[in-house]
């Protein structure tokens, strides 16, 4: 078998048994990166140098018996996650020149499982996106293309989409990725990979640049369901340094992956049913239902009545908390800076800013200093806080009746990169199966279930209660062994 073609487990499986070692899985990613990526443009940063030494020690460390549980394998880290000297952009201008002087604590946390980083994969400029368009550094292709019009570039989803293109190309065997109201499972379900974006709290947001805080949370994409829980293993934990993380024991999640879904009820709420949503994602969403009646588990339909208000409330929110956490790109502290000489300190921000954030990002900052400012604070954010307290109740009603809840995982399939460019609305709907599950702190995974009738891959998503990230994994473990979903993107290692 080929280096690139093991999923994480496999991998680790041939480590253990001496069929390969880090160095050799390593060498074969950089040399699939050195390939593919001048098209791709999954990777900002390869950092090949360190990667092979980090892959030595790591042989070495396995060979003393002292393998960690992810020892050796080659990882690729959103640059959204500060890492240790090494540059880390958040997909903006802004950052130019910044290098940590620290590793933030999830990118640590997979260090200390013995994981060997390839380097920082591409973004949507401050994750702030659904298409990976945004970032300053270019966009990123989808390795999947049309059947019928395979010279039409698609987008690999957002903002993660480095993170899942890397994985679904075989650049790497898993990644860390962030979602704030998709951006873990809209790219994993558009790339044919899954993805979980866990319970917030359940992984540490220390060192992760900051978009809105009470939605950011961390998570991995891998090519199996299984591998994102081997991953999120070893990202999750309590941290100290994160006021907000939870101190809750991390279960062995790969093993909850094998549990049976025979007696489990499972949500299908009414309102993820759109006017105008392609049937194709309405057949495989009752397909998958299906399948998961067929392994003894029960459907119960259910109602979560302010769905139709998530969207507006997360594009509140969002951009509120986005807007104060941004504020810090003054050009005092950080990355780049634009001044004439003799101007004073406003014209230092002014030009800073300007010169630094895109397009995209800027509007963020204006919806979010509007919203949060005297005199439409009330009628704007404090009204949208208001409206997500009820979309986190419709769930906690539900849990009396279900024990997750299942819908599609996109509207759509992947989409060409000029297309839905114009509006920022349009492409806002993107997230409108996902945000919900931000705005009310809950587990969320992507699996990929079937192919469109362009061949494009598409996923479902698996809801759960706070901190039951077990029976997600178990319920789309279910769903990937019946999707038995085999196909390959045209662009791969
Ligand atoms: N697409 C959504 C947005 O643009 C979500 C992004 C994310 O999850 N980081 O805000």
Known sequence: MRPTDHTLRGALDALATGETTSVKLTEAHLDAIARLNPRLNAFITVTAEKALEAARASDARRAAGRAGPLEGVPLAIKDLFCTEGVRTTAGSRILDGFVPPYESTVSGNLLRDGAVFLGKVNLDEFAMGSSNT??????????????????????????????????????????????????????????????????????????????????DQAGPVARTVEDCAILLRSMAGFDPKDATSAEMPVPDFAAACARPVKGLRIGVPREYRLDGMPPEIEALWRQGLDWLRDQGAETVDISLPHTKYALPTYYIVAPAEASSNLARYDGVRFGQRVAEPGSDLRDLYERTRAAGFGQEVRRRIMIGTYVLSAGYYDAYYLKAQKVRALIRRDFEQAWGKVDAIVTPATPSAAFGMDERQDDPVTMYLNDVFTVTANLAGLPGLAVPAGLDAQGLPLGLQVVGRPFDEETVFGVGAAIERAANFTALPGIRA
Do not use: H, M
């Open 134 to 215: 945004t970032s300053a550094f270019g966009p990123v292709e989808n390795p999947w293309s049309r059947a019928n019009d395979p010279g039409t570039r698609l987008v690999p989803g957002g903002s993660s989409g480095g993170s899942a293109a890397a994985v679904a190309a075989r650049l790497a065997l898993g990644a860390t990725a962030t979602d704030t109201g998709g951006s873990i499972r809209q790219p994993a379900a558009l790339c044919g990979i899954a993805g979980i974006k866990p319970t917030y709290g359940r992984c540490s947001r220390f060192g992760i640049v900051a978009f809105a805080s009470s939605l």
